[in-house]
């Protein structure tokens, strides 16, 4: 059915008598949930060693950073559409055995993020300060965030590539690969970090410019390490040809199917977000440095939601391409316990040690005493927030793209940004702001689950 460790892993297995064997089901997800787990948490935990250090340099540059980041995101969001849809579609082919339109599938994927790649890269690093300025940016953060942001979305094409890569090597069952070369990109953005920020080994103290330099050093090699990793012997692509120059015009079609909503629906969230940060970034700089370590943190929170959601596409993917629809839904009620699980301990961790972690970031008690506040906040979400991004990830897997579309556009949209809004007009500051994004979870949560139970996902055909 997959292949991970170079192992394959067979639905027959998973029946004795016709009696599901939940312990192996449990092992099953776990192959696939761990290996993305550890990547995610890691990589969010890199990302606040590298808040930390430009946090240390002053709270302007953390700032600049932090309303880089958005938009920065928005434009990975182009690539999205592609990268669902090549998840379900090699998960699909790999379930019925045909390997050779798993291949197919990912050489798309890299001829059109190429494409794709190399137009966002310039567009962001011509209109950096235009973007930043938008954002909200104040005059002190504005020189900073512009340099930050126009080097990093120079390199947006390098991560482009290597999340093509990474969606087709998950659909296959693969998550160990990307863990390895995620995590080896990561340990090389902070040691980067170290020499570019703050002018060690003989090189000059760059701040922000530095810390945009190592960010972008860093995506290259893990774009150069993630070639590697399809093309080494053992890999399900190995052996076909991945940078022939021929277009599969109805292969893309199925892919956008597929995933245009899906990089709809990121486009929807991260505009969102975009706004929901203008808002926050009107508090002032010290209350959106606040804000901004609260967003970091948080990301530890999305790790295992993720981690989860990632594996139930795949098993329901996989599950559905072999005819077992049966299978593919207890993969995705099963995943989502197991999620739950570790997302009720992150949330025990953010409740009572949240001014510890917020400590971490910077040497200010005020900033420090908001951000804690606001972390109360994200572990109250933490079992609406597992819920809808595992079996919105289940969905995934079975195609069924529009109704998580649906639910982050009435999310984002309609209860986050207008409640921000309304919150911080009635005063209530950073906390009205994380209040919003609670109702947005509790929202999503409820749509999410309510479509996953209706069984229509089923019989969607990709």
């Known amino acids: 059915m997959m292949n991970v460790k170079r192992k394959a892993i067979s639905l027959d297995n998973l029946f004795d008598n016709d ?3 939940k312990k192996l089901l449990d092992k099953y997800i776990w192959i696939l949930a761990l290996p993305s787990l550890l990547e995610l948490m890691l990589a969010t935990l890199f990302g606040m060693v590298d808040m930390i250090m ?62 794709l790649g190399v137009l966002t890269s310039l567009i962001g690093f011509l209109f950096a300060r235009r973007v930043v300025v938008f954002m ?30 990474t969606a087709a090597l998950r659909g296959a069952g693969d998550t160990v690969s990307p863990m390895k070369y995620n995590i080896l990109s990561n340990l090389i953005n902070v040691f980067g970090n170290y020499i570019l920020i703050y002018g ?38 190995s052996n076909f040809p991945l940078l022939r120059l021929k277009v599969d015009v109805g292969l893309v079609k199925r892919m956008l199917r597929i995933g245009l909503p899906s990089g709809l629906e990121q486009v929807a969230l991260r505009t969102g977000q975009i706004e ?27 790790a295992p939601g993720q981690a989860f959601g990632i594996a139930a596409t795949t098993l329901v993917g996989q599950s559905l391409g072999a005819g077992r629809p049966d299978v593919a839904e207890r993969c995705g009620f099963e995943t989502r316990r197991l999620g739950m699980i570790i997302a009720f301990s992150i949330a025990l961790l953010f409740f009572f040690f949240g001014r510890q972690i917020a400590d971490i ?56 940004v207008v409640f921000a809004k309304v919150f911080v007009a009635l005063g209530f500051g950073l906390i009205g702001l994380w209040t919003a994004q609670l109702l ?8 999410i689950y309510k479509r996953y139970t209706s069984d229509r996902w089923k019989t969607i055909r990709v």
């Open 19 to 21: 009696k599901l064997n």
């Open 54 to 115: 430009v946090g240390n340099v002053s709270a302007a540059s953390l700032a600049a950073v932090g309303i880089s980041n958005q938009p920065m995101m928005l434009i990975l969001a182009v690539f999205q559409a592609l990268n669902i849809g090549t998840t379900v579609l090699v998960a699909r082919f790999i379930g019925t055995g045909d390997r050779r339109s798993s291949g197919l599938v990912l050489r798309q994927t890299l001829i059109l993020t190429a494409i």
């Open 136 to 165: 909200g940016a104040k005059p002190e953060v504005i020189p900073l965030a512009t340099s930050y942001f126009g080097i990093v979305a120079l390199g947006s094409i390098f991560i482009a590539i290597t999340m093509g890569i």
């Open 200 to 237: 060690k080994l003989g090189f000059p103290a760059m701040g922000v410019t530095g810390a945009a330099l190592s960010t972008t050093i860093s995506r290259g090699l893990g774009m150069m390490m993630a070639f590697y990793a399809v093309h080494r012997q053992g890999s399900i692509f």
């Open 276 to 302: 929901f940060a203008r808002t926050a970034a009107s508090l002032g700089t010290m209350v959106f440095a606040a804000h901004q370590i609260a967003l970091n943190v948080v990301g530890l929170s999305f």
């Open 361 to 416: 970031y910077i040497n200010d008690a005020e900033v420090t005493r908001m951000a804690a506040k606001a972390l109360k906040i994200v572990a109250i979400m933490q079992p609406l927030q597992s819920t809808q991004f595992i079996l919105a990830g289940a969905l995934r897997g079975a195609g069924d793209t529009r109704w998580p579309l649906l639910s982050t556009m009435i999310g984002i949209w309609c209860i986050r």
């Open 440 to 447: 947005d979870q509790l929202f999503r949560s409820i749509f």
